[in-house]
């Protein structure tokens, strides 16, 4: 009799598992507290536990809820990211992969050369008042030109010297970074408050990928792309809340100082364990790294509603991927001034050539060289053949050249 009641009953302990993984209200309060590699381990225990962490982080990673907040279309921000290689970055991308929010941060997006008029015009569409910087055209259309001519060698863009009262805001930028637009809206919350909403577009010199790998620390390395988010040192910035400090950049103190704040450990030297086991060290030195490798936390994204990009022109193979996925660089280590210890310093081949629409950061010399020497061949060939109207663009061959490397 007693064998036969045991086997009529669920062990307590597995019914009240189940009564909480079956329920989000429930666990959802305990998963918003868990970091993304506890999340990720737990989901591998069993196939109730993954599902019910599949479904949090579909909540949680819910792009078009977090985008809402600045603009009521999302769908509309993502197509226009798809077609020109948009991407968020800063503190607006590390909150939405960190689950959190600042309410004094702003947005910030960076744009390839080229597409910045195309990105300006979307945003005023929507409300945005541009707010000139003090060096600045009143009206950014007298700035910025809708004719972007990739066809033409790609110089560094050299900025006249600055006048007196220019100087500190000349200053404060860098040379990878060709201009910046400030725009702000008022908003009414649900709540009644009035917000003042701030969005920057950060035109690149040369693409986006190489203005942030120049940042002040690997904690703002992540970026979103119309179809993915990417951290690019996830263990450090999300498991060890520890920034590897850049050296070089021209960020102000005040702006490191800003993530310390918020919790961030800062180091300004890797720590010996890192060069004897750089496989094992959240800043991977010396290590290949490309965009959306395993050492990446890739978030995918729902882009149902998201329009496509198209070809780039009639005789061009269209291509899906963003293009910031397509770069790599390697952090080298570096002695120091200090014997024994090393510092870090990002290193990356910049290929801007005019046979690709967009230009890229590869992190050796042998693919460098064999893109370049390729291209070279490729230029010759349609410089000396079309027009820029008829211009085919081979950024799809990026990939098939990871490949063969």
């Given at each position: 009799?007693?064998?036969?009641?045991?086997?009529?009953?669920?062990?307590?302990r597995?019914?009240?598992?189940i009564?909480?993984?079956?329920?989000?209200p429930?666990?959802?309060?305990?998963?918003?507290?868990?970091?993304?590699?506890?999340?990720v381990?737990?989901s591998?225990t069993c196939?109730?536990?993954?599902?019910?962490?599949?479904?949090?982080?579909?909540?949680?990673?819910?792009?078009?809820?977090?985008?809402?907040r600045?603009?009521?279309?999302?769908?509309s921000?993502?197509?226009?990211q798809a077609?020109?290689?948009?991407?968020?970055?800063?503190?607006?991308?590390?909150?939405?992969?960190?689950?959190?929010?600042?309410p004094e941060?702003?947005?910030?997006?960076?744009?390839?050369?080229?597409?910045?008029?195309?990105v300006?015009e979307?945003?005023?569409?929507?409300?945005?008042?541009?707010?000139?910087?003090?060096?600045?055209a009143?009206?950014?259309?007298?700035?910025?030109?809708?004719?972007w001519?990739?066809t033409?060698?790609?110089?560094?863009?050299?900025?006249?010297?600055?006048?007196?009262?220019?100087?500190?805001?000349?200053?404060?930028r860098?040379?990878?970074i060709?201009?910046?637009?400030?725009?702000?809206?008022?908003?009414?919350?649900?709540?009644g408050?009035?917000?003042?909403?701030?969005?920057?577009?950060?035109?690149?010199?040369?693409?986006?990928?190489?203005t942030?790998?120049?940042?002040?620390?690997?904690?703002?390395?992540?970026?979103?792309?119309?179809?993915?988010?990417?951290?690019?040192?996830?263990?450090?910035?999300f498991?060890?809340?520890?920034?590897?400090?850049?050296?070089?950049?021209?960020h102000?103190?005040?702006?490191?100082?800003?993530?310390?704040?918020?919790?961030w450990?800062?180091?300004?030297?890797f720590?010996?364990?890192?060069l004897?086991?750089?496989?094992?060290?959240?800043?991977l030195p010396?290590?290949t790294?490309?965009?959306?490798d395993?050492?990446?936390w890739?978030?995918?994204?729902?882009?149902?509603?998201?329009?496509?990009?198209?070809?780039?022109?009639?005789?061009?193979?269209?291509?899906?991927?963003?293009?910031?996925?397509?770069?790599g660089?390697?952090?080298?280590?570096?002695?120091s001034?200090?014997?024994?210890?090393?510092?870090?310093e990002?290193?990356?081949?910049l290929?801007?050539t005019?046979v690709?629409?967009?230009?890229?950061?590869?992190?050796?010399?042998?693919?460098?060289l064999?893109?370049r020497?390729?291209?070279l061949?490729?230029?010759?060939l349609y410089?000396?053949?079309?027009?820029r109207h008829d211009?085919t663009?081979?950024?799809a061959?990026?990939?098939?050249f990871?490949?063969?490397?």
């Open positions: 009799m007693w064998r036969s009641l045991a086997a009529r009953q669920r062990p307590p597995a019914g009240r598992v009564r909480v993984f079956s329920s989000a429930i666990y959802d309060l305990i998963f918003r507290d868990l970091s993304p590699r506890t999340l381990r737990l591998r196939h109730m536990i993954h599902e019910a962490v599949t479904h949090f982080f579909q909540r949680a990673y819910n792009i078009n809820r977090h985008l809402s600045y603009f009521p279309d999302p769908l921000f993502r197509s226009l077609r020109t290689g948009l991407i968020i970055s800063g503190s607006n991308a590390l909150q939405f992969l960190d689950r959190t929010f600042y941060s702003d947005l910030d997006i960076y744009s390839h050369p080229g597409h910045v008029y195309e300006l979307w945003i005023e569409s929507f409300g945005y008042q541009f707010e000139p910087h003090r060096y600045q009143e009206d950014w259309h007298n700035q910025v030109s809708p004719d001519d990739g033409m060698p790609r110089m560094l863009r050299v900025l006249d010297p600055p006048q007196e009262e220019e100087e500190d805001a000349r200053l404060a860098y040379s990878n060709a201009e910046v637009y400030t725009f702000k809206r008022f908003i009414v919350m649900s709540d408050e009035h917000v003042e909403l701030q969005v920057q577009v950060i035109q690149t010199t040369y693409n986006p990928i190489d942030i790998m120049k940042y002040h620390s690997t904690c703002v390395m992540n970026i979103i792309t119309f179809d993915a988010a990417y951290s690019f040192y996830p263990i450090a910035t498991e060890d809340r520890s920034a590897l400090k850049i050296p070089g950049s021209r102000r103190p005040d702006v490191l100082a800003k993530y310390i704040k918020r919790g450990r800062a180091y300004s030297v720590m010996p364990g890192d004897a086991q750089p496989y094992k060290s959240p800043f010396n290590v790294r490309w965009v959306g395993r050492h990446c890739t978030v995918p994204l729902d882009t149902s509603g998201v329009t496509p990009r198209l070809a780039l022109s009639s005789s061009s193979e269209q291509f899906s991927w963003d293009p910031s996925t397509q770069n660089w390697t952090i080298l280590t570096e002695p001034s200090i014997a024994s210890l090393s510092i870090p990002i290193d990356a081949k290929i801007a005019t690709f629409r967009y230009n890229y950061l590869v992190p050796s010399d042998s693919l460098s064999a893109i020497r390729w291209a061949s490729q230029g010759k410089h000396g053949t079309v027009t211009w663009w081979f950024d061959e990026i990939p098939r990871r490949e063969s490397a």
